[in-house]
């Protein structure tokens, strides 16, 4: 029976996959205001060089990321660093003369531009994932597939809006932080930053304050019933003295919010701070890059847990302490951290 019920699932999900396919390889347009290019296939979300390259092993890196064909909807995939952590973004000028400072030499951490260089295209890689969510949410709605998953249609209109919704958001922050790098006046985010021992996992992404953890969203909801979701750079990247620089930036208008939470975070101790990091990682975040061994010698035997859990924190906000899984628990009992 459960087979046939599979089966009957696979039967009207196919359609769906097809169509996010689709979405996916349409082409875009640059992102730059006024040019009307088509965008190369891979704008990197971080440098290939300096970063990626820091990561990889051999030549390869393992990259954890959303799909739609898998059982878990996620998985570890190996790619080149030449093909990690991509999407399209630019055009083949833009995407050389925007990044020019932060790709032709080594990256000032400190230097405000360089922060926002560094962070802008995790924002611009949430514009292309809200384009196909919402792609595939006008695409349900079309063809009555809340009919077909048992589902109200209101159910499927109000997860439409949603997306309109975070869409508007995320170009409002797309909005300030491009006034921002290209008016060297303007100073609307506050970074701050720490350094660790170099790690073998990295990241850059743009997520919601809100979703850091559980404990958080309740303390926002009492103490600023109105607030509004507050869009946060969360960059884990290799630096040059054989250490990785954790860089975060938030609007300077949502201080009050998160500037207390993230100077606590900060001043944890190494730790804690990587527990805490890992815990954004799997539940706030979802799309992260580690070297070949990191997850050939610990992730691989946690896989399921680490899908479960990212599958899980698209629909809830978990309690920090029950994650008692960490990534960066592969540092332990090896040499790998070296
Ligand atoms: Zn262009």
């Known amino acids: 029976m459960k087979l046939n019920k599979d089966k009957e699932i696979n039967k009207i999900v196919a359609p769906i996959q097809k169509e996010l396919n689709r979405l996916d390889q349409l082409p875009k347009k640059c992102f730059r205001k006024g040019c009307d290019l088509e965008t190369i296939k891979k704008s990197h979300i971080v440098q290939e060089n300096g970063i990626i390259s820091k990561i990889a092993e051999d030549g390869w890196v393992y990259q954890l990321l959303g799909t739609w064909f898998d059982e878990f909807g996620y998985r570890f995939e190996k790619k080149e660093p030449s093909n990690a952590y991509t999407f399209k973004g630019f055009c083949s000028t833009h995407d050389a003369k925007i990044f020019e400072k932060i790709e032709k030499k080594e990256i000032n951490f400190d230097d405000y531009h360089s922060q926002l260089l560094l962070s802008y295209r995790s924002l611009l890689y949430k514009v292309r994932e809200k384009e196909i969510s919402i792609g595939d949410s006008e695409y349900k709605l079309a063809n009555k597939y809340y009919e077909k998953l048992n589902l109200s249609k209101e159910h499927q209109k109000l997860q439409l809006k949603a997306h309109i919704e975070s869409m508007q958001q995320i170009l409002e922050d797309k909005e300030l932080i491009e006034s921002n790098i290209d008016n060297e006046n303007l100073k609307d985010y506050i ?14 992404q743009s997520i919601s304050f809100q979703n850091l953890d559980y404990n958080l969203r309740d303390y926002l909801k009492k103490f600023y019933p109105t607030y509004r979701i507050i869009g946060i750079f969360f960059n884990l990247i290799p630096g040059y003295n054989e250490d990785s620089v954790l860089l975060v930036g938030f609007p300077k208008k949502d201080q009050a919010q998160c500037l207390p939470y993230f100077e606590k975070m900060f001043a ?71």
């Open 191 to 204: 970074f701050i930053k720490r350094h660790l021992p170099r790690l073998k996992i990295a990241c850059s």
């Open 268 to 338: 944890s101790s190494e730790n804690d701070l990587l527990k805490q990091i890992n815990n954004i990682l799997l539940t706030a975040g979802n799309d992260w890059i580690c070297s070949p061994s990191v997850y050939l010698k610990y992730l691989r035997f946690h896989e399921k847990e680490i899908y479960k859990i990212v599958r899980q924190s698209e629909a809830i906000v978990y309690p920090p302490n029950v994650l008692r899984f960490n990534i960066f628990d592969y540092r332990f009992g090896t040499n790998l951290h070296r």
